[in-house]
């Protein structure tokens, strides 16, 4: 059994490529069957694999009998000569603090101390014990409790620096393992409380599935890898159309070009690729009632200007013509000064609270159409400021207004009369006078100046202001 086992986990660690030669690898030992097994495999052939290893236990203080645990687990290093690190922390303390069940702030505090071992100690891997019949039992659990299509693709073999490669063995397999090896480890008896919801699918459900449905588990690992195959899917048909510049990504928004997306009008390809690209840009998720109001809201609206599909608190979605902007509710952080831009001139001042702008004064001896509009070009512009004291460049606000050719207009109507998007607007910069006026717009690819501060060949004083975003 020893060496079909051992054979078993040398395919998983070449299938998916989980080990290279030379990696520094942390393993997670609890002192349970599982991670005792793991160690064990990876200490006995480490000269094989050509790795280094660091066992590390983290004690939860949850159970009077941690400290049995944390015993074992020394003993058992010394045994294997492998090096150990063992780190206390509170558990049922730290999941008050931060609401979190006894799970996951168990797995919040872990990962943050392998984290901080791989900064300091320049480890490349972390392995963790996840075996084959864990795979099926967050499958289960995800399924009761509702998920989405990349909840059901269940615990991955890797997942960034994180390797399981125990995961194609089941955890009959990995008794009879430590059984040949005649190796000790311990049962957390909180394992056997079926009141936690995890052990209840382990203990209740799980045997009696096996009982009445022997194949059961070759047949939802089947189903669990299309379910990965179906998200490969999606990852590479997102990398394409990005490349082809149909999904526009910048640090704050993403923008799709609906009219050159297949399949658009199906609702679940729909959903699945704005819930990726939500989760993937936004870290945020969307339930499935949202997805389905979204995607109504947008399979409604026929190229028919802006339209606000989706709002919640950090998140909004736009329909702009042919596009779905998917943008953050904040300011463009990148644009705003943490400390304002201050100008002293002879005649005026100018402070900026917006990056991207600059101010000076300028002398112009004839005033050229031409001359204009090629330093337009180059996103140069001139203002009046023969009775200006001030300017102050910042973000619209609601209400702003501005003087053009046609009388007073707010700044909201001439951005849509020039149908600049909606998630453009709202990161929209003006340039406002001491006397409250805008003499200055700016919206993306939109520059505008008030006709009350055109220059001419009677200005005495101009101010210049340059773009260079």
């Known amino acids: ?38 160690l064990n495999f990876l200490v006995k052939n480490k000269q094989i694999l050509k790795i280094d290893i660091l066992a590390t236990h983290i004690n939860h203080l949850i159970r009077k009998e941690s400290y049995k645990d944390e015993n074992l687990v020394r003993n058992l290093c010394k045994n294997l000569k492998v090096r150990l690190k063992i780190f206390r922390k509170d558990i049922p303390n730290l999941a008050k603090k ?83 090896e005649k190796i000790k480890f311990i049962i957390d008896k909180t394992n056997l409380v079926n009141t936690y919801e995890r052990n209840y699918i382990r203990n209740i459900i799980f045997p009696s599935m096996i009982s009445r449905f ?42 799709i070009d609906l009219s050159k997306i ?36 947008v399979s409604s609206n026929n190229n028919c200007g802006n339209k606000k599909v989706f709002s919640a608190k950090y998140l909004e979605m736009i329909r702009e013509y ?48 031409d001359f204009l509009l090629q330093k337009a070009k180059e996103k140069v512009f001139y203002l009046s400021v023969d009775e200006v004291k001030e300017l102050k460049a910042r973000f619209r606000k609601p209400g702003d207004f501005m003087y053009i050719k046609e009388g007073r207009k707010k700044i909201k109507d001439i951005l849509i009369d020039y149908k600049i998007p909606y998630s453009e607007r709202k990161n929209a910069v003006v340039v406002e006078t001491d006397k409250g006026d805008i003499c200055l717009l700016k919206s993306g690819n939109l520059i505008r100046v008030s006709e009350k501060y055109f220059i ?7 101010i210049e202001i340059r773009f260079t975003d």
């Open 1 to 38: 059994m020893t060496a079909e086992f051992e054979e078993k986990v040398f395919k998983t660690i070449k299938k998916f490529d989980l080990i290279s030669s030379g990696d520094k690898i942390i393993v997670a030992i609890s002192g349970g069957p599982d991670s005792v097994a793991l």
């Open 98 to 180: 931060k609401k979190m069940s006894l799970e996951e702030a168990g797995r919040f505090f872990r990962y943050n101390v392998f984290k901080k071992l791989i900064r300091k100690e320049n480890f490349t891997k972390i392995a963790t014990a996840h075996h084959l019949d864990d795979i099926i039992e967050t499958f289960l659990l995800r399924l009761f409790k509702g998920t989405s299509i990349n909840g059901l693709t269940s615990i991955p073999p890797k997942n960034g620096n994180i390797i399981r490669p125990l995961i194609e063995v089941t955890k009959e397999e990995i008794f009879s393992y430590l059984e040949k």
């Open 214 to 255: 022997p194949n059961s588990k070759s047949k939802i690992m089947d189903l669990i890898e299309d379910f990965r195959l179906i998200q490969e899917f999606f990852k590479c048909y997102i990398e394409e159309l990005t490349s082809k510049g149909i999904i526009e990504k910048t640090q704050s928004l993403v923008r």
């Open 262 to 297: 297949d399949f658009i009008k199906n609702r679940f390809f729909f959903s699945e690729l704005i819930r990726r690209l939500v989760k993937e840009n936004f870290y945020l998720d969307l339930n499935r009632e949202i997805l389905k109001n979204i995607f109504s809201q």
């Open 322 to 369: 042919n596009y779905l902007t998917i943008s953050s509710k904040f300011k463009d952080q990148k644009k705003i000064r943490t400390k304002p831009e201050l100008y002293l001139f002879q005649n005026i001042k100018a402070i900026s609270y917006v990056k991207g702008i600059r101010f000076r004064e300028a002398k112009i001896s004839s005033v050229d159409r």
């Open 456 to 462: 001419s060949n009677q200005t005495r004083n101009m």
